[in-house]
């Protein structure tokens, strides 16, 4: 962990919290049809951590990631966010879905709107931020993915990498409690997946609560503070950066890594 990363955490840790881990999942259950996707999932994570999740594909970890907003239904369990349950639907849900951002492998940006537009959209819509002031945070957080100067362009006009670092400036733009990654650079070409990487260790260093599914095993011994191993639809392991890259616990992981870390 980054000195900057542990500054944050102690200026949180020093200030009032909620009792408790922000995210919790209990013995969660999913099915598609069939097929079992996810297998008593138990989870949690604390304010201000980074929570990467791995595995190989058809693990479940994606699932995993679209229930903790609702976009994903469950059979059984519970989900809770800052202590309470996962609304089922109506006003409450959508709520709960402005505190949760979320990053998709595809970017998912308004094609007829300019990228500013995209960003300001939901805070005046949703949180009936004044037009300026939405202009403002909007710049800001632009700024802060490093594509402000793209603000009147079109998201056709932007590449792959810039659309995928304006829509983290979409999701940031509600002020969100914990943001959701979820393969946020398979889509990319290999020289534009560093930039949105760059921006998500940035938002780790400053205390931002992230649960990220992702293939990148760079980021997540660098940004992760604890990281979670799926395979077959359960949690077979979790641990810190250290401890799953160095020393393993199951087969499973050892065989993931082996095919993953030679290559």
């Known amino acids: ?106 970017f998912n940006l308004f094609a007829n709107k300019t990228i500013l537009d995209n960003v300001t959209l939901a805070p005046i819509k949703v949180r009936h931020m004044d037009k300026k002031d939405a202009n403002d945070l909007g710049m800001d957080l632009l700024a802060r993915v490093g594509v402000e ?12 990498g810039q659309q995928q670092r304006v829509a983290i400036a979409r999701a940031l733009a509600m002020q969100p409690k914990i943001m959701l990654f979820d393969e946020p650079t398979s889509a990319l070409d290999p020289e534009m997946v560093n930039e949105v990487l760059d921006v998500m260790i940035k938002l780790a260093s400053e205390g931002m609560t992230m649960i990220c599914v992702t293939h990148e095993m760079g980021f997540a011994r660098k940004a992760a503070d604890h990281i979670v191993f799926m395979a077959d639809g359960r949690i077979m392991e979790k641990g810190t950066p250290d401890e799953f890259f160095d020393h393993p616990q199951t087969e499973r992981a050892k065989d993931f890594l082996s095919k993953i870390l030679t290559h």
């Open 1 to 106: 962990m980054s000195d900057s990363k542990e500054t944050t955490k102690r200026t949180q840790d020093a200030a009032p919290a909620t009792t408790g881990p922000l995210v919790e999942l209990s013995h969660v259950e999913k099915h598609f049809g069939k097929l079992h996707v996810l297998k008593d999932i138990n989870l949690k994570v604390n304010k201000g951590e980074v929570l990467v999740v791995v595995g190989p594909s058809g693990s479940g970890k994606s699932t995993m990631c679209r229930t903790i907003n609702r976009l994903e239904t469950i059979d059984s369990g519970t989900i809770r966010i800052d202590g309470n349950p996962l609304p089922q639907e109506g006003k409450d849900l959508a709520n709960l879905r402005a505190e949760v951002g979320m990053v998709f492998q595809q």
């Open 149 to 160: 100067s793209q603000a009147e362009k079109m998201p056709s006009q932007l590449s792959g």
